[in-house]
């Protein structure tokens, strides 16, 4: 009896997955599993081509975030969406074959050398020698293997893709910042965060033949293989993982070094022997379970299509504490466990309840938004008492503090973070421009109930609107997402055919405005960190003020 294939539909909708991959290495090929399960997903293999039927959704894996053995596999699922297409594909399924294989405890030893006699005393396992060039070749051979596309998929295709890769950095990014009374403090961050981003035909880290630095094939599988020893290299068993930072012949760490962004650092003002170098160890160390870096990301995904977004996690070993032992008898413990529990348990453990309530709040924030919307669109809603007229309209007025608020806000982080240098005179500096902009940033928002207070109060956002307005890409942004939102709200109303292509093309356009808009606004970050501009910025606020004060 033959079967029939039939031809994938289009869809009206899209199931947009995100996927955060615990760590733990006891269990890394269920994780490989859990993984394979999403790419066959993405693929329309199977159960999932009934999926995407019954909801018209197309199911697209666009966000992960891993670490240890979980960061692995996110590697691997990333690089097997990336590099598959509707007709050639890099099966997941022969990814698992690293775990059974390469897994081999015999095989990750320390081998002995006639010449040395003994390892380098670094580890047990060999990280480097083994364990990178196994995962370099699992990763060339997915290349050359590559298998025509199965001609019963129902592919999602897809442009954009992030995978963030926790890393422990042993030497930690020092940060200086100051308290309310203006003392300066040094922290150290030892948590680093390795974000590839896919960007189809503009940025693709997992395309080994897309080199715009003129690295070779082999320095993206070296450089993907490397990035996988970083986050899982557990410290006794694998070694520490050295990256150069300032070596132009080193492609492969130049690439975890833009991944990283690792020389955005204080760095010591003589380069050590041998240059400036960081050194890693297993990312789940201080980062098990990297929730946060997928919500974040959530928020700036454009839809060209009614979006319905899911966020899973694969946790291969959930806590159960209510049941245990310990919770039910609750043991006064001896001076062993208690150093146990200092230096190997409690340190070492990550709830995800901070995490789950940021998912709570964001949820939240979302549903307030489109409740005052709702409220805002409705024909019923109550206008503002005008009673009081004054020079600007009281929409207008809101609307230009919103404006200066959000400028405000942005652009105070980026001028500190550029004035933070070692002298004494310079911190003071600083310190004077962060009180003038606090004192302006009251001034102008501040709400006066005077009625000739106000209507003084009402030209201040006027001359500062008129420097900022070309400048406000956030706004054009939030304009674009609201548009195509309204777009994918007449899409789901079953238009017509022809209303819906239509639709479809507009959406499409809207989401190219919003890439253009998302480079120009990385483009106004950077100028904004420019000590001229930033200079311009405050000299415009000082003469602002002097002015209010002559009146």
């Not at 890099?90 to 698992?96: G, K, S, V």
């Not at 030892?190 to 960007?199: A, D, E, G, M, Y």
Request: aromatic share 10%; glycine share 6%; proline share 5%.
């Amino acid at each position: 009896m033959s079967s029939q294939n039939f031809r994938k539909p289009e869809f009206s909708r899209e199931l947009r997955l995100g996927l955060v991959v615990y760590g733990g290495v006891s269990l890394a090929i269920y994780m490989n599993g859990v993984c394979r399960e999403f790419y066959n997903a993405v693929r329309g293999r199977g159960i999932y081509k009934l999926v995407k039927a019954l909801t018209d959704s197309d199911i697209i894996v666009d966000i992960l975030s891993g670490t240890s053995a979980g960061g692995i596999n996110g590697v691997l699922l990333s690089y097997a969406l990336t590099n598959s297409s509707q007709d050639e594909v890099i099966d997941f399924e022969n990814f698992a074959q690293i775990w059974r294989e390469n897994g081999n405890i015999r095989k990750l030893m320390h081998q002995p050398s006639i010449s040395q006699g003994k390892n380098d005393g670094e580890s047990i396992l060999d990280g480097k020698g083994y364990y990178q060039n196994a995962l370099a070749k699992a990763f060339e051979q997915g290349q050359s293997n590559k298998k025509k596309a199965p001609s019963d998929e129902w592919v999602s295709s897809f442009n954009e893709l992030d995978l963030f890769v926790t890393g422990t950095d042993v030497v930690g990014r020092v940060d200086t910042v100051f308290d309310d009374t203006g003392r300066v403090i040094d922290l150290k961050d030892h948590r680093t965060i390795f974000h590839l981003k896919h960007r189809q035909g503009r940025k693709e880290p997992f395309n080994p033949n897309f080199n715009p630095n003129n690295s070779t094939v082999q320095d993206t599988y070296q450089a993907l293989a490397k990035l996988c020893r970083i986050t899982s290299c557990f410290p006794v068993a694998f070694p520490v993982v050295t990256v150069e930072l300032d070596n132009p012949s080193n492609q492969v760490d130049a690439k975890l070094v833009e991944w990283g962004i690792l020389k955005n650092r204080k760095l010591p003002e003589t380069p050590p022997t041998g240059g400036y170098q960081l050194h890693f160890v297993d990312g789940g160390v201080l980062d098990n379970r990297p929730f946060s870096y997928t919500i974040k990301e959530m928020y700036y995904r454009a839809d060209y299509y009614p979006v319905e977004r899911k966020l899973f996690y694969i946790d291969p070993s959930p806590d159960n504490f209510a049941g245990s032992q310990k919770f039910n008898q609750m043991p006064k413990p001896d001076v062993w466990e208690v150093i146990q529990e200092s230096l190997l348990g409690m340190p070492t453990y990550e709830s995800i309840s901070n995490d789950l309530g940021l998912i709570k709040d964001r949820n939240q924030k979302i549903q307030r938004y489109h409740s005052l919307l709702a409220d805002a669109e409705s024909p019923l809603f109550a206008k503002a008492d005008n009673s009081q007229q004054t020079t600007l309209p009281v929409e207008t007025g809101i609307y230009w503090r919103s404006r200066m608020i959000s400028l405000r806000d942005r652009t105070l982080p980026l001028v500190l973070r550029m004035s933070q240098v070692s002298s004494t005179k310079s911190y003071q500096e600083i310190l004077n421009k962060q009180v003038l902009l606090d004192k302006i940033a009251k001034l102008l928002t501040q709400h006066i109930t005077e009625p000739e207070k106000r209507k003084n109060n009402d030209i201040i956002p006027q001359d500062p609107s008129q420097q900022i307005s070309n400048l406000d890409i956030d706004y054009a942004l939030r304009k674009h997402f609201y548009i195509v939102k309204k777009v994918c709200q007449l899409m789901n109303q079953e238009p017509s055919l022809s209303e819906y292509k239509m639709l479809q093309s507009l959406a499409l356009r809207l989401g190219r405005h919003i890439k253009l808009l998302e480079v120009l606004k990385m483009a106004l970050t950077k100028l904004l960190n420019h000590p001229q501009v930033s200079q311009s910025f405050y000299d415009m606020i000082s003469c602002f003020q002097t002015n209010q004060s002559s009146e």
